[in-house]
């Protein structure tokens, strides 16, 4: 947000070190508001996850992630949102995150990671760099463009202001990120917000420990009087901590906070033909804060569109207010068949091929109903 | 200026009624005189420290609020906003919206206590708009939203920046 002279030449502001040893899904901002730490302090936090997918703030889990692999995985990893923008990230074990909370004053975007890039070339590593999309990356000599070994994300406010991002150490999961983080139903759907910019990915093949020790010592070259504090599982039972990495994980969270997107979805019969023509169904839907806001149901030819109006009317009074999130399942073929009602009668197979279009656009084929473990 | 000379005008018109000496007359101009003076002081454009800017219309009660030229400088391009259903009541400091720009997310709060009336929808479906024109009341301009405000909201106006005070404030 501005500029900022070199930090060695500045006086050096009291600073502190937490590390947190593989919580569940920690976020740091949770951490330190226990703390209170006072604003011109700057609060260096590392942490390593279990295996977790976390969306951006202003983030579509439905564009961004396969949900139907991620609730199949038998990583079972945590699905959370966090605070700060930008685009989504896997962790796990073998992921240390960094976190820098800092004076807004004092705040821009690349300084922290050129304080990891520097803790890297100490543990020679070769090629590392900050580019202009404020993630770390390797050049190595065998690849055609760049790795991306860190993502950047910050959340501003008035007096702090919060960096974190990823590093991917010795992750044993690379191939799975890829198919985890690419979702089945992007292109059907029409999303206001963030999407993420894909990029090809590697470790840096450095131990956890290696890495928090070199991270921690850039950083008292920086800022002085490093305290650490080490946070265990223990602190995430503090009451108002649980209570904060509770809202992280929670469905009104993770799928409510959402932006305005809209799904199509179209169907054509193989076969069946009504006067010459095609026999065709679409659905059009709206959410806002997760929930249908509109939704929109079409046959053709059109006579057949005529002859079930008053079902297809039905269908907003129906389900406009409902999450999308709750309709689980073969939810979306039991809604539309009874709702449709009468229309279904000729047309069955193809309502039903669309909600189960829909079910796989959003992410929720119940792995009971499909077999699908 | 030009909306204090707006207001002017049925003001002195009042005045030349109470020669006639109506005493119905006199009533609702002694109403407008106060209307007037209170707007004078609110239709000052105002600045907070988070860098959002509030402005009243002549008529002291309604208005337009934003983020200031320098905050939309500072965030880089926005590629989100998102903004409250109305109408909806906030205090002075209430989160009243989002918007990411450059892997970033922070807030928009509200500069005063008012009632959110609308919102700048452009906003939400051409996010860079922002950019453009954030001190822009316009209809294609970058505003956030309208507002209105009770006697609570013109007392929390005596605590902003005006434009010169906010102008050294981010030169600090």
Not at chain 1, 38 to 60: A, C, D, H, M, W
Not at chain 1, 175 to 181: K, W, Y
Not at chain 1, 229 to 248: D, N, R, W
Not at chain 2, 44 to 49: F, G
Request: hydrophobic residues 35%.
């Amino acid at each position: 947000m501005h500029s900022n002279p070199s930090p060695r030449r500045q006086a050096r502001p009291k600073s502190t070190f937490l590390a947190a040893k593989t919580p569940t899904s920690t976020s740091p901002s949770n951490i330190t508001s226990s703390n209170n730490p006072p604003p011109e302090s700057t609060i260096l936090f590392l942490y390593t996850n279990r295996p977790s997918v976390i969306l951006g703030r202003n983030q579509n889990p439905y564009v961004e992630i396969n949900l139907d692999l991620l609730r199949a995985s038998n990583l079972k990893p945590d699905l959370v949102r966090r605070r700060s923008g930008g685009g989504t990230v896997f962790h796990d074990e073998g992921n240390v995150n960094y976190s820098v909370i800092c004076p807004t004053k004092s705040f821009h975007r690349d300084k922290h990671a050129e304080m990891v890039v520097r803790a890297l070339q100490k543990l020679n590593v070769e090629g590392v760099r900050v580019n202009e999309r404020h993630d770390i990356v390797a050049d190595r000599p065998h690849a055609i463009m760049p790795l991306k070994v860190s993502g950047s994300a910050y959340k501003l406010t008035r007096l702090r202001s919060l960096h974190h991002g990823t590093c991917l150490l010795n992750s044993s999961n690379l191939q799975l990120i890829g198919s985890m983080l690419k979702s089945p139903g992007k292109k059907y759907i029409e999303a206001r917000g963030v999407e993420s910019v894909s990029s090809p990915i590697t470790n840096v093949d450095v131990q956890n420990e290696e890495f928090e020790n070199a991270v921690v010592e850039e950083f008292g070259e920086m800022y002085e009087s490093v305290e650490p504090i080490v946070v265990g599982e223990k602190e995430g039972e503090i009451p108002e901590i649980a209570e904060g990495m509770g809202v992280l994980k929670s469905d009104d969270w993770v799928y409510g906070e959402t932006p305005q997107f809209t799904v199509n979805v179209f169907v054509e019969h193989p076969f069946k033909k009504v006067d010459g023509k095609m026999l065709k169904f679409s659905i059009c839907l709206t959410a806002r804060h997760g929930a249908i806001t509109k939704i929109d149901a079409s046959f053709e030819p059109s006579k057949v569109f005529e002859e079930n109006a008053t079902s297809i009317a039905n269908l907003g009074e129906k389900l406009v207010g409902k999450k999308i999130h709750e309709i689980y399942g073969r939810g979306w073929e039991i809604l539309l068949c009874r709702v449709l009602g009468p229309a279904t009668k000729p047309d069955q197979e193809l309502v039903v091929a669309a909600a189960m279009q829909l079910q796989e656009v959003l992410g929720t084929r119940d792995p009971e109903f499909r077999g699908f473990r | 200026m030009a909306s204090i000379a707006r207001k002017l005008r049925p003001v002195a018109s009042r005045f030349a009624t109470r020669s006639s000496a109506s005493a119905a007359s006199w009533r609702p101009s002694s109403f407008g005189l106060r209307a007037f003076s209170a707007s004078r002081a609110a239709q000052v454009k105002k600045y907070t420290k988070d860098h959002e800017w509030v402005e009243l219309s002549a008529d002291g009660k309604t208005g337009h609020i934003g983020i200031s030229e320098y905050a939309a400088h500072a965030l880089g391009d926005v590629v989100y906003v998102e903004l409250p259903t109305v109408p909806i009541e906030v205090a002075a400091g209430d989160s009243i919206g989002a918007v990411e720009s450059v892997k970033s997310a922070s807030d928009i709060n509200s500069p005063i206590s008012c009632t959110i009336t609308a919102v700048n929808e452009l906003l939400e479906e051409a996010p860079g708009t922002i950019n453009k024109g954030p001190e822009d009341d316009s209809s294609a301009g970058g505003w956030v939203a309208k507002v209105e405000v009770a006697e609570v909201g013109i007392k929390d106006l005596e605590g902003l920046m005006d434009a010169e005070e906010y102008k050294e404030f981010v030169e600090e």
